[in-house]
């Protein structure tokens, strides 16, 4: 066994809390019947059981919390109390709003990123050192033992972080705001962890970067010899985790939480209406929604290229000729993001949305952005919708493809994308994010209030069902996954022992991939429907004893090169293929996945059905 050091960034994010809700109607009406009575005395506590007839309990409460607020004052005359409306509870009536309570504090709270692949975390979740602590207790460099960090990314996404930030759930606080601005502390942090390469584990990782033990293993395998070779500071490391963990307590593999499923960065209930399967159905989704809007678009494109660049534009330009305002984050293929004549042509493709006629405002990015994602984020009258998928903006001659979209519209899950969103404008130079940068943490602003104060009233409702669905639990869940996050809950969906399974990529062949989803199966698992898809194809996969017979599958839709698609039971996952971290990936989960997988039969009777 090893023991090695995990190199982190830790950050000190400033966020602004908010609790509170609305006041009540009756306590609206009570303000303003009120204000309502003439005369310097205003009214008594008679006048307004005239009015309302409601219970004594109820008019107290009302009154009690105006003059908490400071919108009622009482005034004694003579032996009876009177009641009038303050400067401010004035004020409150001529803005026409409705009364509310709202109450924000500022929180600070240190996040770690790791700097193998990026993922995030609380500080206070792990057991930390500092460079100088470990060279205080070694006498030895620190560098020699630390892992080779593979991201050098020093900017934070304040939107990564908003799960991370604690908040109080008892008075049901929400974020209202997150400094874009996280100080990056300079002190050198490192996470201990303990490299079984017998075992093939890693002890001391948190649930959330389990991701990170093949990575470890794999480093830790390379240099053996040189690691082993300081026995001293093997012993003396041992001895400082093993004081670090009877101090804060160990976080590892070996910790019954390790059992958890990976945490989404954010989930939003679906019908399932709002999900589809094929790249054309997704796309004309996308454009129901944009047709509904009147203000602004945001639109995310992963992997531009100059054919998908002029459908953008094309779009573009017919949104701004209806007064609409356009946001485009776009992000190209590595191999085009370095050759500055392919950016630079994307750029000069989009550039003509700029000159069309119309009164919307079109903006974009010339230099690539680092996010992948394919997403559209529109506000309607009905309120905020938005549209994931991977070929939102691809060519006709791809719309039969497998390619999975998903359709939202919680304000609150899509004020947090808004706000993640926002922090990639930010890190784009000045002139060329700030403006959509400041527009979508605005918008992310508002949304998330609204939400949490109407829950505060209402605790909400299930979303309606599809009226293409038959059963009578039409519901489900999209999940929102940021970078790594995805290849956690794949890792859980191969493990799955369901009755189901299905594995789409065009990066490998299905040989391969049969090979992948069959070895090393228990013979207890039944699997009724099992295919895989690549570029030469989709098989059925079936087993008789110990013997897997492969069965050509014509009539399914044929892998998308953009996506990877993997699906158990009732969860699909679409992952992004060949895009660069951070990428913003779903799963569909619930009865939206499981009618999903009778879409897919539909077009399989042949092979054996699911």
């Given at each position: 066994m090893m023991r090695v050091l995990l190199p982190l960034h830790m950050y000190s994010v400033t966020y602004e809390l908010a609790h509170g809700r609305p006041y009540s109607k009756l306590e609206e009406l009570l303000l303003r019947a009120v204000n309502d009575f003439q005369g310097p005395t205003g009214c008594t506590y008679r006048d307004l059981r005239e009015v309302f007839k409601v219970h004594d309990r109820l008019l107290t409460e009302g009154l009690v919390t105006l003059i908490q607020e400071g919108w009622v004052a009482m005034v004694q005359e003579g032996r009876e109390m009177h009641y009038l409306v303050t400067e401010e509870g004035r004020l409150t009536i001529t803005h026409k709003r409705r009364p509310s309570n709202l109450r924000v504090r500022t929180a600070r709270a240190n996040i770690v990123r790791e700097r193998l692949t990026g993922q995030l975390a609380r500080s206070a979740d792990l057991t930390l050192i500092t460079g100088p602590t470990v060279r205080r207790a070694t006498n030895r460099p620190v560098l020699k033992h630390t892992l080779t960090p593979r991201m050098h990314r020093t900017k934070i996404n304040g939107g990564e972080t908003e799960r991370l930030l604690p908040?109080?759930?008892?008075?049901?606080?929400?974020?209202?705001?997150?400094?874009?601005?996280?100080?990056?502390?300079?002190?050198?942090?490192?996470?201990?962890?303990?490299?079984?390469?017998?075992?093939?584990?890693?002890?001391?990782?948190?649930?959330?970067?389990?991701?990170?033990?093949?990575?470890?293993?794999?480093?830790?395998?390379?240099?053996?010899?040189?690691?082993?070779?300081?026995?001293?500071?093997?012993?003396?490391?041992?001895?400082?985790?093993?004081?670090?963990?009877?101090?804060?307590?160990?976080?590892?593999?070996?910790?019954?939480?390790?059992?958890?499923?990976?945490?989404?960065?954010?989930?939003?209930?679906?019908?399932?209406?709002?999900?589809?399967?094929?790249?054309?159905?997704?796309?004309?989704?996308?454009?129901?929604?944009?047709?509904?809007?009147?203000?602004?678009?945001?639109?995310?494109?992963?992997?531009?290229?100059?054919?998908?660049?002029?459908?953008?534009?094309?779009?573009m330009i017919a949104l701004r000729k209806r007064g609409v305002n356009v946001d485009l984050l776009w992000s190209c293929d590595t191999a085009e993001a370095t050759e500055d004549s392919s950016a630079n042509q994307i750029a000069e493709v989009l550039g003509a949305a700029r000159s069309a006629a119309g009164s919307g405002k079109v903006s974009f990015n010339r230099t690539p952005a680092h996010a992948a994602a394919d997403l559209v984020l529109a506000t309607t009258q009905t309120g905020p919708v938005a549209v994931?998928?991977?070929?939102?903006?691809?060519?006709?001659?791809?719309?039969?493809?497998?390619?999975?979209?998903?359709?939202?519209?919680?304000?609150?899950?899509?004020?947090?994308?808004?706000?993640?969103?926002?922090?990639?404008?930010?890190?784009?130079?000045?002139?060329?994010?700030?403006?959509?940068?400041?527009?979508?943490?605005?918008?992310?602003?508002?949304?998330?209030?609204?939400?949490?104060?109407?829950?505060?009233?209402?605790?909400?409702?299930?979303?309606?069902?599809?009226?293409?669905?038959?059963?009578?639990?039409?519901?489900?869940?999209?999940?929102?996954?940021?970078?790594?996050?995805?290849?956690?809950?794949?890792?859980?969906?191969?493990?799955?022992?369901?009755?189901?399974?299905?594995?789409?990529?065009?990066?490998?062949?299905?040989?391969?991939?049969?090979?992948?989803?069959?070895?090393?199966?228990?013979?207890?698992?039944?699997?009724?429907?099992?295919?895989?898809?690549?570029?030469?194809?989709?098989?059925?996969?079936?087993?008789?004893?110990?013997?897997?017979?492969?069965?050509?599958?014509?009539?399914?839709?044929?892998?998308?090169?953009?996506c990877r698609v993997t699906a158990v039971d009732d969860q699909w996952l679409i992952e992004y293929i060949g895009a660069s971290a951070p990428v913003l990936s779903f799963s569909v989960s619930g009865h939206a996945a499981v009618r999903a997988w009778g879409r897919m039969s539909q077009r399989h009777d042949s092979a054996g059905g699911a």
């Amino acid at each position: 066994m090893m023991r090695v050091l995990l190199p982190l960034h830790m950050y000190s994010v400033t966020y602004e809390l908010a609790h509170g809700r609305p006041y009540s109607k009756l306590e609206e009406l009570l303000l303003r019947a009120v204000n309502d009575f003439q005369g310097p005395t205003g009214c008594t506590y008679r006048d307004l059981r005239e009015v309302f007839k409601v219970h004594d309990r109820l008019l107290t409460e009302g009154l009690v919390t105006l003059i908490q607020e400071g919108w009622v004052a009482m005034v004694q005359e003579g032996r009876e109390m009177h009641y009038l409306v303050t400067e401010e509870g004035r004020l409150t009536i001529t803005h026409k709003r409705r009364p509310s309570n709202l109450r924000v504090r500022t929180a600070r709270a240190n996040i770690v990123r790791e700097r193998l692949t990026g993922q995030l975390a609380r500080s206070a979740d792990l057991t930390l050192i500092t460079g100088p602590t470990v060279r205080r207790a070694t006498n030895r460099p620190v560098l020699k033992h630390t892992l080779t960090p593979r991201m050098h990314r020093t900017k934070i996404n304040g939107g990564e972080t908003e799960r991370l930030l604690p908040r109080s759930g008892s008075r049901q606080e929400w974020i209202r705001w997150i400094d874009s601005v996280a100080r990056l502390n300079t002190d050198l942090y490192y996470l201990p962890v303990l490299a079984d390469l017998e075992k093939s584990e890693v002890a001391g990782l948190p649930h959330q970067w389990r991701h990170l033990g093949s990575l470890i293993l794999e480093e830790v395998a390379e240099r053996y010899e040189d690691l082993a070779s300081d026995s001293d500071f093997q012993e003396k490391l041992s001895v400082l985790m093993r004081g670090s963990a009877s101090t804060n307590g160990q976080h590892g593999s070996h910790n019954p939480a390790a059992s958890r499923r990976t945490s989404p960065y954010a989930e939003a209930s679906v019908t399932c209406g709002d999900v589809t399967l094929t790249a054309g159905d997704g796309r004309q989704m996308a454009d129901s929604v944009l047709a509904g809007t009147s203000t602004n678009v945001l639109i995310l494109a992963t992997g531009l290229d100059r054919e998908r660049a002029s459908t953008a534009r094309d779009l573009m330009i017919a949104l701004r000729k209806r007064g609409v305002n356009v946001d485009l984050l776009w992000s190209c293929d590595t191999a085009e993001a370095t050759e500055d004549s392919s950016a630079n042509q994307i750029a000069e493709v989009l550039g003509a949305a700029r000159s069309a006629a119309g009164s919307g405002k079109v903006s974009f990015n010339r230099t690539p952005a680092h996010a992948a994602a394919d997403l559209v984020l529109a506000t309607t009258q009905t309120g905020p919708v938005a549209v994931i998928g991977a070929s939102l903006l691809g060519a006709p001659a791809d719309d039969g493809s497998l390619s999975p979209a998903a359709r939202f519209s919680d304000p609150a899950v899509l004020g947090t994308l808004a706000r993640l969103c926002a922090g990639w404008w930010e890190e784009l130079p000045a002139d060329e994010g700030s403006l959509p940068a400041h527009r979508w943490k605005h918008l992310a602003e508002r949304w998330v209030g609204e939400a949490a104060v109407a829950r505060s009233v209402d605790p909400g409702t299930v979303p309606a069902r599809s009226t293409s669905c038959l059963d009578t639990e039409c519901t489900g869940t999209v999940s929102l996954l940021i970078g790594p996050q995805q290849a956690g809950v794949r890792s859980e969906l191969t493990a799955e022992q369901g009755q189901r399974f299905l594995l789409a990529d065009t990066g490998s062949t299905t040989g391969n991939l049969a090979t992948e989803v069959t070895e090393n199966l228990p013979e207890s698992v039944g699997r009724l429907y099992r295919v895989v898809g690549a570029a030469n194809g989709w098989q059925f996969l079936s087993r008789t004893a110990d013997t897997w017979k492969a069965t050509a599958a014509p009539q399914l839709p044929q892998p998308s090169g953009r996506c990877r698609v993997t699906a158990v039971d009732d969860q699909w996952l679409i992952e992004y293929i060949g895009a660069s971290a951070p990428v913003l990936s779903f799963s569909v989960s619930g009865h939206a996945a499981v009618r999903a997988w009778g879409r897919m039969s539909q077009r399989h009777d042949s092979a054996g059905g699911a």
